[in-house]
C-alpha cells in the first residue's frame, strides 16, 4: 500500500458517556485518532462477493497501524461522506504496519 493511494482522511471516534454535576448523562464523541486511509466501495468485484457472504459491510478502509491504539468495532469511523459503523478489524499479513477496516454505513432512522 503506497501513501499516495491513501487520500482519503478519517477520524476514528468512540463514544464517551458524561456525567455532568446533576447526574444526567450525556454521550459525546472522543476522537481516538485523525489518520490518512485508502479507502474502497462495495462494488461487483470477487473479493467483495467473498466478503459480502459473512458481513454487510459497504466500505474497506485501509491505513497505517497508530502506535498505542487498538482499532475495535465498538469505534466508528467519520468522513466527508458521513459516518461508518466498523464491522470488523484485521492486521494486513499480521505485519503490524496496515490495519484492515471493514465499515457499514450509518443510516438515519426517520
Given amino acids: 500500500m503506497s501513501f499516495g493511494k491513501m487520500t482519503e482522511f478519517i477520524d476514528i471516534v468512540e463514544k464517551e458517556t458524561i456525567k455532568d ?3 444526567f448523562k450525556t454521550e459525546k464523541d472522543k476522537i481516538i485518532a485523525t489518520v490518512r486511509a485508502y479507502r474502497e ?7 467483495w462477493a467473498n466478503r459480502v457472504a ?3 459491510a459497504t466500505h474497506l478502509f485501509r ?16 468522513c466527508n461522506d458521513g459516518r461508518l459503523d466498523i464491522t470488523s478489524v484485521e492486521d494486513v499479513k499480521d505485519k503490524g504496519m496496515y490495519v484492515e477496516v471493514l465499515a457499514k454505513e450509518i443510516t438515519p432512522s426517520k
Fill in 54 to 56: 459473512f458481513s454487510d
Fill in 21 to 23: 454535576g446533576e447526574g
Fill in 41 to 47: 466501495g462495495r462494488h461487483g468485484s470477487e473479493k
Fill in 63 to 78: 491505513f497505517r497501524c497508530i502506535p498505542g491504539v487498538r482499532i475495535t468495532t465498538a469505534m466508528t469511523i467519520v
